[in-house]
T-cell receptor
Framework: SQKIEQNSEALNIQEGKTATLTCNYT??????LQWYRQDPGRGPVFLLL?????KEKRKERLKVTFDTTLKQSLFHITASQPADSATYLC?????????FGGGTRLMVKP | NAGVTQTPKFRILKIGQSMTLQCTQD?????MYWYRQDPGMGLKLIYY???????DKGEVPNGYNVSRSTTEDFPLRLELAAPSQTSVYFC?????????????FGPGTRLTVL
């Protein structure tokens, strides 16, 4: 069966460190993968897209990698700040639809 | 642009009641989606539409119905509310003309069925 797995346990890190979140999937062949940020009580907000033929994408302090052999994406936030505290969701495309992982909650402590 | 708007923000229903969750977008997006999100879980797709007059089932369509008579509006109907439908409901739309295919989400409707 198809699965998208993100670490369900919260990730706690110190301000200034790099946060690394993992997204693993099985039985998908996505053309692209996206990462979203969700704050409590709000809808998700798009952050980055990476395509199957791309290894790495960067946007300011964010970096995403995509390994279609390992079926894994890593999402990095460098020089993390308390304002980065949120839940981060990965999503894979399947035709006209996106399928979301369960999300990982990131807590950045000052 | 207001983006994606949803009404109501909160609602409590009794078992067996019906209601319609409203969703409107003013970005002229063709693709629209309804998701539900249970506590601590990811988003599950209920229904989606690729244009006015065209709808299709997602992963969890049972107990719901949709219609898409205009590009802007995509209402979600619950006919016989059940406690299992207690959840937060998000509507989203896609700009298929963008290279990022990002989904724009509304603020959500928190529904409780008692």
């Amino acid at each position: 069966s198809q699965k998208i797995e993100q670490n369900s346990e919260a990730l706690n890190i110190q301000e200034g460190k790099t946060a690394t979140l993992t997204c693993n999937y099985t039985n998908y062949s996505p053309a692209y993968l996206q990462w979203y940020r969700q704050d409590p009580g709000r809808g998700p907000v798009f952050l980055l897209l990476i395509r199957e033929n791309e290894k790495e994408k960067r946007k300011e302090r964010l970096k995403v990698t995509f390994d279609t052999t390992l079926k894994q994406s890593l999402f990095h936030i460098t020089a993390s700040q308390p304002a980065d505290s949120a839940t981060y969701l990965c999503a894979l495309n399947a035709g006209n639809m996106l399928t979301f992982g369960g999300g990982t909650r990131l807590m950045v402590k000052p | 642009n207001a983006g994606v708007t949803q009404t109501p923000k909160f609602r409590i229903l009794k078992i067996g009641q019906s209601m319609t969750l409203q969703c409107t977008q003013d970005m002229n997006h063709n693709y629209m989606y309804w998701y539900r999100q249970d506590p601590g879980m990811g988003l599950k797709l209920i229904y989606y539409s690729v244009g006015a007059g065209i709808t299709d089932k997602g992963e969890v369509p049972n107990g719901y119905n949709v219609s898409r008579s205009t590009t802007e509006d995509f209402p979600l109907r619950l006919e016989l509310a059940a406690p299992s439908q207690t959840s937060v409901y998000f509507c989203a739309s896609i700009n298929t003309g963008s290279s990022y295919n990002e989904q724009f989400f509304g603020p959500g409707t928190r529904l409780t069925v008692l």
